[in-house]
């Protein structure tokens, strides 16, 4: 079987590395369950199959302007994987960040359409100017419409509400930064 990894190293050579831990809250902010396959069933309408208990399968993605999201996931046989499956809760290690702005995906991995966990402009040590920050908050929207299209139009009005700013050092580990459907907690890399 072939395997090829792909953490989230010092990848684009900035800033310093960082841990991001990511705890998903145990159903979406709907009430429904992380995982269930759309459109099956007997019915007329669409309906759902769901695994009340399966968590998600976390994979965290850094958005800057003109490059392609980096995210933590991997790769078995083409297909993308968690390096958490199937928990709430998952530490991503050694993450590269810029000095600056910079976006945050957060998705749940699934076999044919991955869901939006949360997203967010993180503040680092530099700050960029409001058309550099409009321009990044549009790509981060972007970016998260292509890793996780959205399926309902309660989605597709979610990501349109103001984005989250959230300044890096106020989700220090101790205390962490409360989201919409997640909480981060970030800390220097070891």
């Not at 965290?60 to 928990?87: A, D, F, G």
């Amino acid at each position: 079987m072939f395997i090829s990894l792909f953490p989230v190293y010092c990848l684009a050579g900035e800033g310093k590395p960082i841990s991001i831990t990511v705890v998903a809250d145990h159903t979406k902010a709907n009430g429904e369950p992380w995982d269930g396959i759309r459109g099956l069933g007997g019915g007329r309408g669409p309906t759902t199959i769901l695994n009340k208990n399966a968590p998600p399968d976390l994979a965290v993605c850094v958005v800057r302007l003109e490059t392609p999201p980096e995210c933590s996931m991997q790769y078995v046989n083409l297909k993308q994987y968690s390096l958490c499956q199937n928990s709430y809760n998952c530490t991503f290690k050694r993450v590269s960040i810029p000095d600056g702005l910079f976006g945050l995906i957060i998705l749940d991995l699934d076999l044919r359409r991955h869901d939006l966990v949360d997203f967010l402009l993180m503040t680092a040590e530099k700050a960029l100017t409001p058309d550099q920050r409009a321009a990044l908050e549009s790509e981060i929207r972007r970016r998260a419409d292509q890793l996780a299209p959205p399926f309902s139009q309660g989605e597709k009005q979610r990501r349109l509400r103001e984005m989250l700013v959230v300044p890096m050092g106020s989700c220090a580990e101790a205390k962490g930064c409360r989201l919409v459907q997640s909480e981060i907690r970030v800390n220097s890399a070891e």
